[in-house]
């Protein structure tokens, strides 16, 4: 199971990082997906990073504001988070990816779930 971690309450504007590890390549994945959920709300799809290229997608809600990123010597999967909003808080979710590149996107083209990190961004 992968592991979320790095949430924190913070004021709007505020940055956070959070951390995914291990987050390892395999040759049954292809890279790593961040997901949030927020209460009451479906989970939702936030940026991957492909282990080939290391090629990265962003959902429109957090373009311009968050970076995905990995450090492969430490097997580790970042999601900076910059400029934050009252509307990210949520539970972040980091998972491996194991479909085609046409379904980042979607949850269920992902495993190992791990325990997510939560965020809190006050106004």
């Known amino acids: 199971q992968l592991q979320a971690s790095g949430g924190g309450l913070v004021q709007a504007g505020d940055s956070l990082r959070l951390s995914c590890a291990p987050a390892?390549?395999?040759?049954?994945?292809?890279?790593i997906g961040w997901f949030r959920q927020a209460p009451g709300k479906e989970r939702e799809y936030v940026a991957h990073?492909?282990?080939?290229?290391?090629?990265?997608y962003y959902a429109d809600s957090v373009k311009g504001r968050f970076t995905i990123s990995r450090d492969n010597a430490k097997n580790t999967v970042y999601l900076q988070m910059n400029s934050l909003k009252p509307e990210d808080t949520a539970v972040y979710y980091c998972a491996v990816h194991r479909g085609p590149l046409s379904t980042v996107g979607v949850g269920t083209s992902y495993a190992y779930w791990g325990q997510g990190t939560l965020v809190t961004v006050s106004s």
């Open positions: 990073i492909r282990w080939s290229g290391g090629f990265k």
């Open positions: 390892q390549r395999t040759s049954s994945n292809h890279g």
